[in-house]
């Protein structure tokens, strides 16, 4: 069998940087082969007052979140305002597209136009990408206990991002590495929570999704949006590392040469993320923040290397010694081809 299914990471993966014009923006991404945008994360980079903003297929154009507040949906005509085959069309609003300012997108195709899964004991709309192990659901929460999702990915997801979009609620996060009985939150620093009514402490499944009462994750009436990713080798992993508190720091192997990387420690230390655009050679050190409006902040140094990254750095919020990180990541390219052939280091 091949090391991996996927040579060409950015057909579902991307980060992008481009310069706003403060009118329509066509952006297009990167690559000899179109890759399809669905769900686009964007972070103006040289503002330290705005949030980052998340759109996604199934929401719709002009439909906004934010990754650092609780905030519900909004609707905002100078937002996103197109899904593009090979990218995506910005109106003026500043946090996309402010004139002449650096900004930032993160990509990721899901299945384009969505499709009703009957799996859960909810109807879900689903947009779902089989082969990438990513799928975006839309669903209308009952607060039952028990309640269920379909997630249309056919394997199980390790990390599952829910967020309510009617309501000021935090974004829910559940990971592998903490189980179904706690849950982090996408726009606070908080360490992991012990929490019945989030997945009603219940692990998701190859089909679905468990929620319990919660309104973060399962409001009755209330209109949701889930993101859930599960592991392909070769291309992404979500799991957890911990600590040891030395400039020597721990190695964490992924299976890949990292494009970007996401974690949290169980501690109160921000969220930090990283990517190989705006950091093209190492050490990799500009972290952007999720939980707050913050533009990259440089005091910790990481290596990505042919198959993990490499801690450099021993910050509690980074490196802190016995403490675990949760960790999302997507490769650059893969440690080893489906024809077998080796990745290079950087």
């Known amino acids: 069998m091949a090391y991996t299914t996927i040579d060409n990471p950015e057909l579902y993966f991307q980060t992008k940087l481009f310069t706003g014009t403060g009118s329509s923006n066509s952006v297009t991404l990167d690559g000899s082969e179109n890759m399809r945008p669905d769900w686009v994360w964007i972070k103006n980079r040289d503002s330290g007052s705005l949030g980052s903003q998340l759109h996604d297929v199934i929401r719709g154009t002009t439909k906004r979140l934010f990754s650092n507040s609780t905030d519900a949906e909004e609707t905002d005509a100078n937002g996103l305002t197109a899904f593009n085959?090979?990218?995506?069309?910005?109106?003026?609003?500043?946090?996309?597209?402010?004139?002449?300012?650096?900004?930032?997108?993160?990509?990721?195709?899901?299945?384009g136009s969505a499709s009703s899964n009957s799996d859960g004991s909810i109807t879900s709309t689903v947009s779902a990408n089989t082969t990438a192990g990513f799928s975006i659901v839309s669903f209308t929460g009952n607060a039952t206990a028990g309640a269920t999702i379909g997630h249309g990915l056919g394997v199980?997801?390790?990390?599952?991002?829910?967020?309510?979009?009617?309501?000021?609620?935090?974004?829910?996060?559940?990971?592998e590495g903490i189980g179904a009985t706690k849950v982090i939150y996408l726009d606070l620093a908080n360490a992991s929570q012990t929490l019945t009514q989030g997945w009603n402490d219940t692990a998701p499944t190859s089909s679905v999704v468990s929620l319990g009462t919660e309104a973060g994750t399962n409001q009755s009436g209330a209109n949701m949006i889930a993101y859930c990713f599960a592991e392909k080798k070769g291309y992404s992993k979500f799991s957890k590392y911990v600590g040891n508190g030395n400039a020597d720091g721990t190695f964490v192997y992924t299976g890949f040469k990292p494009a970007f990387v996401l974690f949290k420690?169980?501690?109160?230390?921000?969220?930090?993320?990283?990517?190989?655009?705006?950091?093209?050679?190492?050490?990799?050190?500009?972290?952007?923040?999720p939980d707050i409006t913050n533009v990259a902040s440089t005091d910790q140094e990481l290596d990505f290397l042919s198959n993990g990254f490499k801690l450099r750095d021993t910050g509690a919020h980074f490196n802190g010694s016995g403490v675990e990180f949760y960790y999302i990541a997507f490769a650059e390219s893969p440690f080893v081809n489906s024809n077998?052939?080796?990745?290079?280091a950087r």
């Open 85 to 111: 085959s090979n990218g995506f069309t910005l109106g003026s609003n500043v946090g996309v597209n402010q004139s002449s300012s650096n900004m930032v997108a993160w990509n990721w195709s899901a299945g």
């Open 156 to 175: 199980t997801p390790k990390w599952v991002i829910v967020k309510n979009r009617s309501n000021a609620q935090n974004w829910f996060i559940y990971h």
């Open 265 to 289: 420690g169980n501690n109160t230390s921000d969220w930090q993320l990283f990517d190989n655009k705006r950091d093209s050679e190492n050490p990799v050190e500009k972290a952007y923040h």
């Open 340 to 344: 077998g052939v080796p990745n290079n």
